[in-house]
């Protein structure tokens, strides 16, 4: 069997390179989509045609319950016209096609909002014009009322069919601070605590989680790793050395003897096999395995599925129904019915049949599935909004409860990407919080998703949005 181990940068040696993988790409990095070959739309002018008045009255503020029961309806339904559908081709820098339909001359933009938040929908549209996004949902809530629920664009391959306000979308790393939320929860059961050691290695006073290294300890550190520090990416992994191992599943299957993918606790086994990067807690660099570990906590510590606490512990409670958010599946013929297709270019190995034909990575170049805990879950701006309402999204506190009523000078973050899409969800001191998810990430841009979020700030910072005292809801309910 071979040994894995030699084929990573050793701990301390920044200028080593990655070791390549056989297609070419840095190993245990997912391969971005690169550009490829499509015909642009352009949305010239933003023209819009706004259907129903769009009135609003009342202002009782929302349940998300009442959010649901109103989505067959709709605030006003807004058609941006294209002109030039289909001029100029960009070249392509991988395999892969995004076809538009010959029929497809307007981009719909569905769902909630109010006349005086049209500036959102300008802005979408043409950054959505400028970076080539298929698809795109966008929620806004100010002071613990949605104001608006949007879909743009189109949720299928051909794009022939609008996207939902309501879609379930992958949010990538964004669930990252849910799964954290899940773990608060049972510390404040009293069954760990934030200094407690993560992993039961065979040292001594032991850890939270049993598990056995493969095919041994790599580092004796791995003992003094505690859950705070997975919380704050501080545990001693850095992907800028060694790539992102938790996407190591063929390689990983292969040490193991075993069909891939190897599933979360082999992956995680394997990783505990190998060096660390820096000693635990003395440096913070960004690390999906932290969230990888804390999602097999919950389940070790409860019994029960990670979804399943989710639910019951961190969702149910501020009133978000099973429906709205759930782990999402690796191949497109499993995918929620409210999931739309995920735009990308590149094609490579599949996780479940590596010496198979080549697949559209994001069906099958690594095993969702598996990520449950770092970043598997989809879900709906709806959702996302809640959750930005009642627990922190980031910083030190991240995944606690919150006040909604408190109110300061600052602003927290947290985003996620995978070939195919991107999630990005803000929460801000002066009681605004947003949401956006897309259906293709961008290639070779990886600023790009900031970028909007920086623009709706600015929107929102400069002072000049008129903020209707109704909710979205409200005016379709009333």
Known sequence: MRDLRHSLPQSGDPTRPIAPAPNGRSRGAPPSCGVYAHRRVRYAGLPVRVEGDGSTSGATPMSFSRLRSARRGFVASLVLSIAGVFTGVAQAEAAGTLAIAPEARQIPVSGYTDPSLRAFDEMIV????EHEIPGLVFGLMKDGRVLAQRGYGWRDEAMTEPMPHDAMLRIASVSKHITIAAVRELIDDGLLSLDDKAFDVGQPGGGVLPIEPFPELGD?????????????????????????????????????????????????????GQPLQFDP????????????????????????????????????PIGVPQTDHAT??????????????????????????????????????????????????????????????????????????????????????????LP?????????????????????????????????RDRIDGLIDNGGIEWPQTDAVEAVTH
């Open 281 to 316: 807690g003395s440096d913070r660099q960004y690390s999906n395995v932290g969230c990888l570990t804390l999602g097999l906590i919950v389940e070790h510590l409860t019994g029960r599925d990670l979804m399943d606490v989710i639910h019951e512990r961190v969702l149910a």
């Open 220 to 272: 004796e550190r791995i003992k003094d790793i505690t859950i705070e520090q997975l919380f704050h990416h501080q545990g001693g992994w850095d992907r800028s050395k060694v790539g992102d191992v938790t996407y190591r599943e063929i390689d990983i299957a292969e040490a193991f003897g075993v069909a891939s993918p190897p599933g979360r606790e082999r992956t995680l086994r394997w990783i505990l």
């Open 420 to 452: 195919g899409t991107f999630a990005n969800a803000r929460q801000r001191g002066d009681g605004i919080n947003f949401v956006v998810i897309t259906n293709r990430r961008k290639p070779g841009d990886p600023g790009f998703a900031a970028q909007l």
């Open 126 to 129: 043409a950054y959505m014009q």
């Open 328 to 417: 999402g599946r690796t191949k497109r013929e499993l995918a929620d019915p409210r999931e739309p297709f995920y735009h990308c270019g590149r094609t490579g190995k599949s996780v479940f049949d590596p010496n198979g034909e080549e697949i559209v990575y994001a069906y099958g170049g690594w095993h969702q599935e598996a990520r449950k805990g770092q970043g598997a879950h989809i879900s709906t701006t709806a959702t996302l909004l809640a959750l930005l309402e009642h627990r922190w999204v980031n910083g030190p506190n991240i995944g606690a409860k919150r006040d909604p009523n408190g109110r300061g000078n600052w602003k927290w973050n947290h985003g996620g990407a």
